[in-house]
């Protein structure tokens, strides 16, 4: 399709383990941003991607948190060593530039349990 | 700091009657205004956007909001509600390097019949 894709759509891990949260935005889209949405809340802002540079990580809530886009293209979230606090939608949203509207994947819900 | 601030959590309209949702915002340049809107289980579609220049911005589905900097405010209107627009809306507000963004925690649309 041609919109943000996100991969798992849900995704269920017991509290210690790793994981990784797969965005595949729009093609040609430079910047790319994921957030995290915890329930019945906004999204959060996670980290920044412009290309392969990531720009802005200030968002990441601790060094369990991962972000990598190797090729400007996928960028891939990762979790280490998951607590139940993690447990949240993470979106990701691409743009064609960073002054330009993002759009949204649908998400993955990700469950600590 | 920078914040966002949706003051209500839900909001019940009649189909066809008038709609106001409120934002205020608090950052220290020139914000760049953002309103989405997240059905269930999706991601965020982007309403409409304020940069600079005319305060009163139109977006689709025939929503405006209208940008009062003395207020601090940020406010989403629409002059007839329909079934349809029946979800959630976040305002933003977005970094002047467009690095980062900031959202409310969310205002909840019912509509009755």
């Known amino acids: 399709g041609a919109g943000v894709s996100q991969s798992p759509r849900y995704k269920v891990a017991k509290r210690g383990q790793d994981v990784a949260l797969r965005c595949d935005p729009i093609?040609?889209?430079?910047?790319l941003f994921w957030y995290q949405q915890a329930l019945g809340q906004g999204p959060e802002f996670l980290t920044y991607f412009q290309n392969e540079a990531q720009l802005d990580k200030s968002g990441l809530p601790s060094d369990r948190f991962f972000a990598e886009r190797p090729e400007g293209s996928v960028s891939t979230l990762k979790i280490q060593r998951t607590q139940q606090e993690d447990s949240a939608v993470y979106l990701c949203?691409?743009?064609?530039?960073?002054?330009?509207?993002?759009?949204f994947g649908d998400g993955t819900r990700l469950s600590i349990l | 700091a920078q914040s966002v601030t949706q003051p209500d959590i839900h909001i019940t309209v009649s189909e066809g009657a008038s709609l106001e949702l409120r934002c205020n915002y608090s950052?220290?340049?020139?914000?760049?205004l953002f309103w989405y809107v997240q059905s269930p289980g999706q991601g965020l579609q982007l309403l409409l956007k304020?940069?600079?220049?005319?305060?009163l911005v139109q977006g689709i589905k025939g929503f405006e909001a209208e940008f009062k900097r003395s207020q601090s405010s940020f406010n989403l209107r629409k002059p007839s509600v329909h079934w349809s627009d029946a979800a959630e809306y976040f305002c933003a507000v977005g970094a002047y390097n467009f690095n980062k963004f900031y959202f409310g925690s969310g205002t909840k649309l019912n509509v009755k019949p």
């Open positions: 949203a691409s743009s064609s530039d960073r002054n330009q509207p993002q759009h």
């Open positions: 950052y220290g340049a020139t914000p760049y």
């Open positions: 304020y940069f600079s220049g005319d305060t």
């Open positions: 093609s040609g889209h430079v910047s």
